[in-house]
């Protein structure tokens, strides 16, 4: 604030200390108090002191002693980086603290000089987050199963993660640090797809027990390291010549000099070189004093306990998954004579299935010799299993027997469990969640699972159809109608009728000296609807009662609707529990037929915890995206505002959730809520726009309502 003369005043030692006190009370005790730190914010500037005690306000609403360890150490990072520079320090270990707790947070606090050096290297510095959606992009083009990326201490595969350096600034040019990112995920991803971790069959020896053979484990590994980078180079340069061109601009260590060096290199470079080769290699040359070549910049490191319990429990997993896929594709596609010949003697159902790769190096599997049609997902399971060993034991090529589900049973065992061990689960998706008072996102804050919603087989359809009797015609005559649109398209060669419009300024342009036009006529065709939508179901314990009825209800009056439209629909139910326990429910996906499973799972929907909403429409987002109609609604059925049992409800929740929905539209999605709150009105416009929901003012109308909006946001 100004004085008389006009000068600013820093805020006095008092009113710091007061502020303090109030943000840091549980972090303060008779040994500890705000005098240090509001000593250190008196010498600062008013601007930086508002912006000290703002920030400790905000971080203090996640921990108070994470708010003190920042306003202790604030003077010397602004000292250090000033205002921008310290903003990025502050959310860094905030993140940090996000991720990994207290300690480590307050640790990325107190290393300051080290964030500093990097802040200076920022111009030039590529950062994770800013190349992961390119990285997968490039990755999702290669051939293999998929691999998520995430940010890491090291530089390895586990064989389904690539886990990269959070920040790279290794050169002074950012294009080549971003290179650098490129070429280490590419050179990952090779030791998956060509075989560094394949074993001949699931019994043979892990890499970990042939390298343990060897003395010093450690040198022993770091040398197959460096030569099963020269075999996966060449292998590279074979497949991908412009990243071998990249991988020589990065780094091209000088040629071996030592003539059994030149050897074994040139025998890794062979196209038919495998991993075999590499692990002779580094036996023939462990007990040799040569000097190696340098390593090379983009080679990772192997964590091989990381990698060896991703393929043991991946394969346990695609065994019984193969068990009932071969179940599927006996029953489906083989002719009745195989399918009688199977069942007279089922011991041997698998005897003649062979799988292995054909002269492409797709995945086959053949029935005495004849290859079989492999439904998607099936290819990708063999292709997956045929990444990890040669050949696929006889026995596993046996369909799951009478009542055997493998695949049911494994996932109800993981569900049981599925918090447990939240961020490395199998099936797990983890999402961001925008904390409003930072103005970031809290990364891979939240754990979403889909759930199978539990069926039950009553008469709840057929007695909603009765109840609603009338409704129900009404809603087929306009649906039908709206079926039936034609659109009349004017001004066309050839057509119905004359168009009026289009003769008259023909007329019109013949009198002028114009040449008249020959599109003189309308033809009438078929409005097609090229759409897909979602339904977002609330199911939180709030819905308990007349509002999960009126839920259903509307659900089997709107599916009988959408049937006669023929337009791709689907449906999940949300609710959860903190941002460790978030789920979906399915009740409905875009491939499956509306039949009595689906009308059994609507009637099992029951009422469960909280309504963590941004979350579901980040993962409902990412369904919706997949599916290629041109127009995409997001339709949520709810009867209030966020909240959760951890502090996700307020401001918080309606912030998260307003940004989750802008993400939605930024990808060209429509979203648009059905509420029954009556204080709607105070939330609802601020998230999803004034034209974007409609409040139905009493629940026995919500079954009424819902056909009706339905067709009026598609026409």
């Not at 306003?71 to 270990?93: C, E, N, Y």
């Not at 050949?391 to 049973?409: K, R, S, T």
């Not at 969640?433 to 057929?462: A, G, I």
């Not at 009026?500 to 599109?519: C, I, K, N, S, W």
Request: aromatic letters at 10%.
């Amino acid at each position: 604030m100004p004085d008389k003369t006009g000068k600013t005043i820093s805020l006095s030692y008092e009113k710091i200390e007061s502020a303090l006190d109030e943000y840091l009370e549980p972090a303060l005790s008779t040994r500890r108090t705000s005098e240090a730190p509001a000593r250190g914010l008196t010498t600062l500037p008013l601007k930086q002191q508002k912006f000290a005690l703002h920030w400790t306000d905000v971080i203090r609403k996640s921990n108070a002693e994470m708010a003190y360890q920042f306003v202790s150490h604030i003077p010397f990072a602004l000292k250090l980086m000033g205002l921008d520079g310290t903003h990025q320090w502050l959310l860094r270990a905030m993140d940090i603290y996000d991720k990994e707790g207290l300690y480590p947070g307050s640790a990325a606090f107190e290393s300051i000089e080290q964030f500093a050096r990097e802040y200076r290297l920022s111009h030039i510095t590529v950062t994770l987050e800013q190349v992961r959606g390119v990285l997968e992009t490039i990755l999702c083009g290669l051939t293999g199963r998929n691999l998520k990326i995430e940010a890491g201490n090291r530089v390895f595969t586990d064989t389904e993660t690539l886990y990269l350096p959070a920040t790279i600034n290794r050169f002074n040019e950012r294009e080549k640090n971003y290179q650098l990112y490129k070429v280490t995920a590419i050179h990952l991803w090779a030791q998956t797809w060509f075989g560094t971790f394949k074993r001949p069959t699931p019994d043979s020896p892990h890499l970990s027990e042939i390298i343990g053979n060897f003395a010093d484990n450690g040198r022993a590994l770091k040398l197959f390291n460096l030569l099963e980078t020269f075999r996966l180079n060449a292998c590279l340069r074979r497949e991908l010549p412009g990243l071998g061109r990249d991988m020589l601009e990065l780094h091209a260590p000088p040629p071996a000099h030592d003539a059994t060096w030149k050897t074994i290199i040139s025998a890794l470079e062979a196209p038919q070189a495998t991993v075999i080769e590499t692990l002779a290699a580094t036996t023939q040359l462990y007990h040799r004093q040569l000097a190696w070549p340098d390593a090379f910049l983009y080679q990772g490191d192997f964590n091989l306990n990381a990698a060896e319990l991703t393929i043991d429990q991946r394969i346990e997993l695609e065994k019984s998954q193969l068990q009932t896929a071969l179940t599927d594709l006996l029953t489906d596609e083989l002719t009745d004579e195989l399918m009688e010949a199977s069942e007279s003697q089922p011991e041997n159902t698998g005897a003649d299935l062979e799988a292995n790769r054909d002269e492409n190096g797709a995945a086959q599997l053949t029935l005495d010799g004849e290859p079989l049609f492999l439904p998607p997902d099936l290819d990708n399971l063999l292709s997956s299993m045929l990444q990890d060993f040669d050949n696929i034991p006889e026995h596993w090529l046996v369909a799951a027997g009478d009542g055997e589900n493998y695949q049911e049973d494994n996932n109800k065992n993981k569900v049981e469990d599925v918090w447990r061990d939240t961020y490395h689960e199998e099936g797990a998706f983890l999402y961001d969640e925008w904390d409003f008072r930072r103005q970031t996102y809290r990364k891979n804050w939240c754990v979403l699972r889909e759930m199978t919603t539990h069926p039950v087989y009553d008469d709840f359809s057929k007695n909603t159809l009765q109840r609603y009797v009338h409704l129900v015609g009404d809603i087929r005559k306009h649906f039908e109608a709206l079926r039936g649109e034609d659109k009349i398209l004017k001004a066309q060669p050839t057509g119905d009728n004359i168009d009026l419009d289009a003769l008259v300024t023909a007329h019109t342009d013949m009198q002028t000296g114009v040449e008249m036009t020959d599109r003189l006529y309308t033809h009438r065709r078929k409005q097609e609807r090229d759409l897909a939508v979602i339904f977002m179901v609330d199911v939180s314990g709030s819905t308990k009662g007349w509002i999960n009825d009126a839920e259903r209800e509307s659900l089997i009056l709107l599916c009988q609707a959408l049937e006669m439209l023929g337009d791709q629909y689907a449906i999940y139910g949300f609710s959860g529990m903190t941002r460790n326990r978030c789920e979906v429910y399915k009740i409905k996906t875009f491939e499956q037929n509306y039949d009595k499973d689906v009308r059994a799972r609507i009637s099992g929907l029951r009422p469960q915890d909280y309504t963590r909403m941004g979350v579901t429409i980040r993962h409902l987002t990412r369904i919706l995206n997949q599916v290629e109609e041109k127009t995409r609604i997001l339709i949520t059925l709810s009867d209030g505002k966020p909240d959760d049992y951890d502090g996700y409800r307020g401001d918080y929740g309606i912030e998260d959730t307003r940004q989750a929905l802008l993400e939605a539209r930024h990808t060209g999605i429509h979203p648009f809520c059905i509420t029954i709150d009556t204080e709607a009105s105070d939330y609802l416009p601020y998230m999803y726009g004034h034209a974007s929901f409609i409040v139905v003012d009493e629940v026995r109308k919500l079954p009424l309502k819902v056909a009706d909006i339905y067709r009026r946001l598609t026409t």
